[in-house]
Nanobody, 126 residues
């Protein structure tokens, strides 16, 4: 089994920054594609970004492109999401996800990921 635990969420003002972390355990981490999704109340789960095992290929949702950056440290079994220029519409629960096995490119669909964390709340005040 794989366990994913997010941290780093909180309350921030518009224009501020936060850095989320996703720590994994229980399985070899470095071969897998990782992603961030978010879900606001009453809305569907939204793709935020993803990163391949090497870290060389990343993809971002249109709503966050240019503001958010994904990275990973395979030695620490941890993925990060640096969020800058935050907006009230970024308010959501942020989940990390893991897709087992090698992938040539990041995946955007929740169904492509087998393991999920419980999420961390991010609230951006106006």
């Amino acid at each position: 089994q794989v366990q994913l635990v997010e941290s780093g969420g909180g309350l921030v003002q518009t224009g501020g920054s936060l850095r989320l972390s996703c720590a994994t355990s229980g399985r070899t981490f470095s071969l897998h594609t990782m992603a961030w999704f978010r879900q606001a109340p009453g809305k569907e789960r939204e793709f935020v970004g993803a990163i391949t095992w090497s870290g060389l290929s990343t993809d971002y949702g249109d709503a966050v492109k240019g503001r958010f950056t994904i990275s990973r440290d395979n030695a620490k079994n941890t993925m990060y999401l640096q969020m800058n220029s935050l907006k009230p519409e970024d308010t959501a629960v942020y989940h990390c996800a893991l897709r087992p096995g090698l992938s040539r490119s990041p995946r955007r669909e929740p169904g492509d990921y087998s393991y999920w964390g419980q999420g961390t709340q991010v609230t951006v005040s106006s």
